[in-house]
């Protein structure tokens, strides 16, 4: 343990930073999202992939931009308020296949999105799953995140919709 917090600790400072990244990794390869070759030492591959992570956090901290309350525009601190009970259902996708199918014509041209999807109906929802079934983990990880933003403006397309046709 001792070795991986130094390897943390050469990039973040924060203790709890580096407490937390170390627990992460630990807690990916007890979970099995994380796969180690049981050939090699543990602790190197632990090292690495704690090394790995606190660079990613470090670089993520460096892009962080700090802006004092007084200083912030007012279009960013406008929250949207969760809708009360009573609204809640005009903000439900009626039909998850119509979800479905609109977030298919937003992706039209993305096969990686289009293939995770295909995926997910086939009821390959974990990433394990996903992996296992051939898609690495760079183009799985940047599908996610592109089906992610194309589900969102789905739901905001919806919303619209809803609000004007009410």
Same mark, same amino acid.
């Given at each position: 343990?001792?070795?991986?917090?130094?390897?943390?600790?050469?990039?973040?400072?924060?203790?709890?930073? @580096?407490?937390?990244?170390?627990?992460?990794?630990?807690?990916?390869?007890?979970?099995?999202?994380?796969?180690? !070759?049981?050939?090699? !030492?543990?602790?190197?591959?632990?090292?690495?992939?704690?090394?790995?992570?606190?660079?990613?956090?470090?670089?993520?901290?460096?892009?962080?931009?700090?802006?004092?309350?007084?200083?912030?525009?007012?279009?960013?601190?406008?929250?949207?308020?969760?809708?009360?009970?009573?609204?809640?259902?005009?903000?439900?996708?009626? !039909?998850?296949?119509?979800? @479905?199918?609109?977030?298919?014509?937003?992706?039209?041209?993305?096969?990686? @999105?289009?293939?995770?999807?295909?995926?997910?109906?086939?009821?390959?929802?974990?990433?394990?799953?996903?992996?296992?079934?051939?898609?690495?983990?760079? @183009?799985?990880?940047?599908?996610?995140?592109?089906?992610?933003?194309?589900?969102?403006?789905?739901?905001?397309?919806?919303?619209?919709?809803?609000?004007?046709?009410?």
């Amino acid at each position: 343990m001792h070795r991986l917090y130094r390897a943390a600790r050469a990039y973040v400072r924060e203790a709890a930073t @580096v407490h937390e990244l170390i627990w992460d990794v630990v807690a990916d390869v007890q979970l099995g999202e994380l796969t180690c !070759d049981p050939a090699r !030492d543990l602790g190197s591959q632990l090292a690495r992939e704690v090394r790995r992570r606190a660079k990613r956090a470090r670089r993520d901290a460096a892009r962080t931009v700090v802006v004092p309350l007084d200083e912030a525009p007012t279009d960013a601190l406008i929250i949207d308020a969760e809708p009360d009970s009573a609204d809640a259902e005009q903000y439900k996708v009626r !039909d998850v296949t119509e979800l @479905v199918a609109r977030i298919r014509e937003l992706a039209c041209e993305d096969g990686a @999105v289009l293939q995770l999807l295909g995926h997910y109906e086939r009821g390959l929802t974990m990433r394990r799953a996903v992996l296992a079934a051939g898609m690495t983990q760079w @183009v799985y990880r940047s599908a996610r995140e592109r089906l992610v933003a194309y589900a969102h403006k789905t739901a905001i397309a919806s919303r619209i919709a809803d609000r004007t046709a009410a």
